[in-house]
């Protein structure tokens, strides 16, 4: 089946700095990416919206100069967490539907973040 | 505006079966999905649904009304491994474009 890819999987950075986290469509070119965040025993809350060659769409209340999504290619999205705070420290999640996958969306492994 | 709501936990005996009730009020429906989720680790795509009816896959089988805005998940011979996180999400939007919005998940706990 198609995979998605996220790297890293476990990120530690110091308060105030920036840490970009990568999503790859490995066999299939994503049309769509979505970013997710999960706290620790709760659900998948959706960030933002990720249209190849477009601007990101950002959930209400997600603050897009705080998370800069880039989607510039049809395999590639990242998402970068800007001037971090221990507040951020989740777990990252990106999913990918392809332009010939029908309903399916495919997750990545997901990234975790901890902020110190 | 959107609200997913699904039973927070859920305990089942080895062997048995168990439903998972997820009830949905969006703006605009396209489907739903069931993911299964392990901690610590990405959701697993279970069943989509978009008419209404029942879907089986294995031991699993998702079921659909659209005019109650209501879905189940039905376990079946629970296994120890079933442990885990299960969600609903609904995709709004037409076509497939839309995005999914995932209910804050029912954690399923088997015991032997």
């Known amino acids: 089946g198609a995979v998605v890819s996220q790297h890293p999987s476990r990120v530690i950075c110091k308060s105030g700095t920036s840490v970009k986290i990568e999503c790859r469509s490995l066999d299939f070119q994503a049309t769509t990416m979505f970013w997710y965040r999960q706290f620790p025993k709760q659900s998948l809350m959706l960030m933002a919206t990720s249209n190849e060659g477009s601007k990101a769409t950002y959930e209400q209340g997600v603050e897009k100069d705080k998370f800069l999504i880039n989607h510039a290619s049809l395999t590639l999205s990242t998402l970068t967490v800007t001037s971090a705070h221990p507040e951020d420290s989740s777990f990252y999640i990106c999913?990918?539907?392809?332009?010939?996958?029908?309903?399916?969306?495919?997750f990545g492994e997901g990234s975790w973040l901890t902020v110190v | 505006g959107q609200n997913i709501d699904q039973p927070t936990e859920m305990t089942a005996t080895e062997g048995a079966i168990v439903q998972i009730n997820c009830t949905y009020q969006t703006s605009g429906f396209n489907g739903l999905f069931w993911y299964q989720q392990h901690a610590g680790e990405a959701p697993t795509f279970l069943s989509y649904?978009?008419?209404?009816g029942l879907e089986e896959k294995g031991r699993f089988s998702s079921f659909l009304s659209r005019s109650k805005g209501y879905s189940y998940l039905l376990l079946k011979e629970l296994q120890m491994k079933d442990s885990a996180s299960y969600l609903c999400?609904?995709?709004?939007?037409?076509?497939?474009?839309?995005?999914?919005?995932f209910g804050q998940g029912t954690t399923l706990q088997v015991k032997p």
């Open positions: 999400a609904v995709r709004e939007g037409s076509g497939n474009t839309g995005k999914l919005i």
């Open positions: 999913s990918a539907r392809s332009r010939n996958s029908g309903n399916t969306i495919y």
């Open positions: 649904n978009v008419l209404d």
